[in-house]
């Protein structure tokens, strides 16, 4: 599974930004997805998960009605809504896939996953 993600960018505090992520490949309907980010200086952190047929999501606290993760099996693509945006939100965001064909307990931990895309940079200005 080949990952890219796209759609991050500059935004003001309060903003949003929507991020996606294409996945190659005919069995992305098989694999759960996560969102992690990556701040300056820090270890790279659990944002959002989605299980294979998008029944189960988890968030990180700090996230937690605040961002949107969703998928849609037909355009083989993941994607991360992003509203009320914090300047402590500024990271490089990364997704990832591991397979989950059946299994609905959403992992929160970065090694566990198989796939990963290339970051897309956000940055939240005050």
């Known amino acids: 599974v080949q990952l890219q993600a796209s759609g991050g960018g500059l935004v003001q505090a309060g903003g949003s930004l929507r991020l996606s992520c294409a996945a190659s490949?005919?069995?992305?309907?098989?694999?759960?997805m996560g969102w992690f980010r990556q701040a300056p200086g820090k270890e790279r952190e659990f944002v959002a998960g989605?299980?294979?047929?998008?029944?189960?999501?988890y968030y990180a606290d700090s996230v937690k009605g605040r961002f949107t993760i969703s998928r849609d099996n037909t355009k083989n693509t993941v994607y991360l809504q992003m509203n009320s945006l914090k300047p402590e939100d500024t990271a490089v965001y990364y997704c990832?896939?591991?397979?989950?064909?059946?299994?609905?307990?959403?992992?929160?931990?970065?090694?566990?996953?198989?796939?990963w895309g290339q970051g897309t940079q956000v940055t939240v200005s005050s």
């Open positions: 990832a896939a591991k397979w989950g064909l059946y299994i609905v307990v959403v992992t929160t931990t970065s090694h566990q996953y198989d796939y």
């Open positions: 490949g005919r069995t992305f309907s098989s694999y759960a």
């Open positions: 989605i299980s294979w047929n998008g029944g189960n999501t």
